[in-house]
């Protein structure tokens, strides 16, 4: 059934919202992102805006599972099963630090400096994942391929990689066990860690050139987990 006029007017609205509390992050950052700026800029009254976003806390929600989907979207645009494992897992690193670099203050807001009085709900865990997914597909099709290399079978440890961590990074298989994820786990963080030295500037002074060094740190990554 198509959206009705009042759902498509109101689903309008909310991009004219969540745009405009974009252009915040950028201007002043997400501990100072105001429903009342952002409802001044729209020209609407600011008990209209609470219609869509009763709260700061539901807008920066909505801009973090946004940001996270846009991610993840980037990560799945990149990754072409066809090549081979190692290849896949560098360009969809690449993937993501382009996103990152082209969006570093939504960056920021999902990888940067918590917002004070903010705690992000349990709506975000899905799109959050979906990079780690994209890596674990990598890993997973490269398990049964016989890509990776025989493990020694360490005992499933559920205080150390849940199930559900264990079901992102390429699920069951007997290639993959606890070291494995453990290493994978190491590599996904590492990801970010990496872009957010480049983007927050602590690369300076010790990195030339940052493509070349992404790529090698990405490819080490990828050895990490055994590609």
């Keep these: 059934m198509p959206p009705t006029a009042r759902e ?17 992050l950028a201007e002043v950052g997400a501990a100072a992102l105001s429903l009342r700026a952002v409802a001044r800029e729209l020209g609407m009254a600011s008990s209209a805006l609470y219609r869509y976003f009763p709260s ?7 801009l973090i599972i946004d940001g996270y989907d846009a991610l993840g979207a ?15 897992w560098v360009a969809v690193c690449r993937a993501v630090r382009g996103w990152a670099r082209a969006h570093p203050h939504e960056y920021a807001l999902l990888y940067g400096s918590p917002v004070p009085g903010y705690a992000a709900p ?13 890596l ?11 890509a990776l290399p025989a493990v020694t079978g360490v005992p499933r440890d559920r205080s150390l990689i849940s199930d559900e961590t264990a079901a992102v990074l390429g ?11 453990l290493r994978a786990l190491l590599a996904w963080s590492s990801l970010y860690g990496t872009i957010s030295f480049e ?29």
């Design 122 to 134: 349990r709506d975000t865990v899905p799109a959050a994942a979906r990079v780690g997914v994209v």
């Design 56 to 62: 700061r806390d539901d807008l920066l929600t909505r």
């Design 74 to 88: 980037a990560a799945e645009a990149a990754d072409d099963p066809t090549a081979a494992p190692r290849e896949r």
């Design 199 to 227: 983007l927050f500037g602590h690369l300076v002074g010790s990195v030339e050139d940052a493509d070349r060094y992404f790529d090698a740190a990405m490819a080490e990554l990828a050895g990490l987990v055994g590609l």
């Design 8 to 24: 498509r007017v109101r689903a309008e609205l909310t991009a004219e919202i969540t745009a405009a509390a974009r252009r915040q």
């Design 136 to 146: 674990g597909r990598v890993l997973g099709d490269a398990a049964r391929s016989g």
């Design 171 to 181: 699920g069951g298989h007997p290639a993959l066990d606890d070291a494995v994820r």
